[in-house]
């Protein structure tokens, strides 16, 4: 029985992009996201966490004054500025090897 479940099992692997991405990144950026949720109020946290609870990730999922509200809190993370913060040193490092 083992053996049927294995063979109808796809062989699943990773996306080739994430093979690219240095591990170092990936922690500056989880360490950026953390930061910028950090910096929002408590009552902002809460608020935007039953937001995406109740939309299950689709924006379409909520009424139009909840996806405003959405809209707001997303740019107070400020995630534009967290990609240059997190893709800066990427940047230099790549300048520096060519």
């Known amino acids: 029985m083992a053996r049927s479940i294995l063979k109808r099992t796809p062989n699943v692997r990773p996306p080739s992009r994430l093979k690219a991405i240095p591990w170092a990144a990936l922690l ?6 953390g930061q910028r949720w ?12 039953r ?8 924006p379409g999922n909520l009424s139009s004054k909840e996806r405003g509200e959405l809209r707001k809190l997303v740019r107070k993370l400020d ?10 040193p990427l940047r230099a490092a790549r300048r520096k090897r060519r």
């Open 28 to 33: 500056q950026a989880v360490a950026a996201a």
């Open 38 to 49: 950090r910096s929002l109020s408590e009552k902002d946290r809460a608020r935007l966490s």
């Open 51 to 58: 937001l995406l609870r109740g939309s299950r990730g689709r």
């Open 79 to 88: 995630l534009k500025g967290m990609g240059r913060d997190v893709l800066a």
